[in-house]
């Protein structure tokens, strides 16, 4: 009976096995995982990032919305002083016009308080009269008014006249100007005394008659 070999199995073919087992197996799954990896890089989405500031260093954007807020805040601040300025403007202007017009008033009332002073004499009678006649629209002049009474009185305003047809008919001429009471009663100046022989009452009511029936008392030469 032939003899038949036995195949002895060292331990250094035990080893050399299992690398080639194992070098075939990681072959298999390089393989595997490389085509793995291109299909999911073929087919995954591209994804937009975003710039991120790193810390404590501001973007772009970031600059960019901070210079737009001082801006509108420079705007903001710049129309509330504007508002101020024009509100002060119109407060300043007001005051002024209150100061005027109560400075007015009071001007007003010291007038009406303080009335003029004339000298009581001829040439103070005259200048009453003028001042009364300018305010009532009378014509007539100092000189025209002087002149009359000169011929008419002497410049006496308690004179009478007892001798000529009015003093016969009960109603004698009287005081500066020679005037009769019915003429002084038609032709009296409001504001004066009603009385005949008063000097500015007498003067200003024959300068209004003049008027009335001459053009002023500055046409007269004579009685009239």
Do not use: C
Request: glycine share 6%.
């Amino acid at each position: 009976m032939p003899r038949i070999s036995t195949l002895r199995i060292t331990r250094s073919h035990k080893i050399a096995t299992a690398v080639l087992v194992a070098a075939g197996s990681v072959s298999a799954i390089a393989a595997t995982g490389g085509t793995s990896e291109a299909q999911t890089t073929a087919t995954r989405p591209s994804i937009s990032v975003e710039p991120v500031a790193a810390a404590g260093i501001p973007t772009a954007k970031d600059a960019a919305a901070k210079k737009a807020a001082q801006e509108t805040a420079a705007k903001e601040a710049a129309a509330k002083k504007a508002v101020a300025a024009r509100k002060a403007t119109a407060e300043k202007d007001a005051a002024e016009a209150r100061s005027e017009k109560q400075a007015a008033n009071r001007s007003t009332e010291r007038k009406a308080v303080t009335p003029k002073k004339f000298a009581n004499n001829l040439d103070g009678w005259i200048r009453e009269s003028l001042d009364i006649m300018k305010k009532k629209n009378i014509p007539g002049s100092y000189e025209g008014l002087h002149r009359n009474i000169m011929r008419e009185s002497s410049g006496n305003p308690n004179a009478v006249n007892d001798w000529d047809i009015n003093a016969q008919n009960g109603i004698p001429s009287k005081g500066l100007l020679q005037v009769i009471q019915p003429t002084f009663d038609a032709y009296h100046v409001k504001g004066t005394p009603k009385k005949l022989t008063d000097p500015v009452a007498n003067i200003t009511a024959a300068a209004n008659y003049a008027a009335d029936r001459y053009g002023s008392i500055d046409n007269v030469d004579s009685a009239y």
